[in-house]
């Protein structure tokens, strides 16, 4: 029962730790090479949103039922619930009974990055309601709706499952990797069941990865202030001039070089 406290004082830690370095990286993120990225991307989303229907057509010509299987088997375990929060907790568990601080932390971070990429998702889908392939509407912009039919973008999976990942490829790389590999598998999955288009599982990815790099890189930011932080700041008096120093002579006199005291005369 004691380490119920203990965790939830860690846990509390941890959160305010990855929270904390939140600002400064995003002054990593406002210069100019940011902005023509986001350029870049939003020209490649509209060259994909114009050509849609011809991707999902060579999709559903390449078909099958095992491949099918395996769609949903990463569709259900990339989606939040059942993918990042068991990781999260997961790597959180080993991090506190093993003592390693840093799993702790690359657990909060993509936890958070997680829960903030999939709550812009959902938000974003909702307010622009565009209908899912399979609904088999008509594509466009409904407005908002909270009808499933009608949240196709952003893609939820592909967001909060490459924000996952790239925010364990930055904090804890050996674990960070193969959930990558199962990020993709999860943007294929969605194409290949027809739940989104592929513009849709490429603005969640992005938007995963954005806010992985950011969740990631405050992690590791925080973690060097906080070493800094600990170190010792007052080093301008060296410690072994205090202890030669006299007695006798006052510190908080406004002379620099006090006048020495005067000779004594010895008489015979």
């Known amino acids: 029962m004691r380490r119920l406290p203990r965790a939830l004082q860690h846990l509390r ?3 305010l730790h990855s929270v904390r370095g939140v600002p400064d990286t995003l002054r990593l993120f406002c210069r100019p090479v940011t902005f023509i990225a986001l350029a870049l991307l939003a020209a490649i989303t509209w060259l994909l949103i114009l050509n849609d ?3 999902l057509t060579w999709i559903n010509t390449h078909r099958n039922r095992y491949l099918e299987g395996i769609a949903r088997w990463f569709s259900y375990w990339g989606d939040y619930p059942t993918g990042t929060l068991p990781i999260a907790g997961i790597l959180w568990s080993i991090g506190f009974f093993a003592r390693k601080i840093n799993w702790r932390r690359a657990a909060i ?3 958070l990055a997680a829960t903030i990429t999939g709550t812009f998702t959902v938000i974003t889908r909702c307010s622009l309601g565009r209908p899912r392939p399979c609904a088999n509407i008509t594509d466009g912009l409904y407005g908002m709706s909270v009808s499933y039919n009608y949240q196709a973008f952003p893609s939820g999976h592909s967001a909060t499952s490459w ?3 790239t925010a364990l490829v930055i904090t804890a790389p050996p674990v960070g990797i193969p959930i990558a590999v199962g990020a993709a598998g999860v943007v294929w999955s969605r194409l290949y069941l027809e739940r989104h288009h ?3 599982v490429f603005v969640g990815a992005w938007i995963g990865i954005i806010g992985g790099l950011i969740a990631g890189l405050a992690s590791r930011h ?3 202030y ?3 932080k600990a170190a010792p700041v007052d080093t301008s008096i060296p410690l072994p001039l205090l202890v030669q120093l006299p007695s006798s002579v006052d510190l908080t006199s406004s002379k620099s070089n006090p006048e ?3 000779p004594v005369i010895v008489t015979n």
């Open 226 to 228: 906080a070493k800094r």
């Open 109 to 111: 971070a993509c936890l």
């Open 163 to 165: 924000a996952t990942a």
């Open 198 to 200: 592929t513009s849709d």
């Open 222 to 224: 925080h973690r060097k």
């Open 260 to 262: 020495p005291p005067p």
């Open 13 to 15: 830690f941890d959160f």
């Open 53 to 55: 229907s011809a991707l």
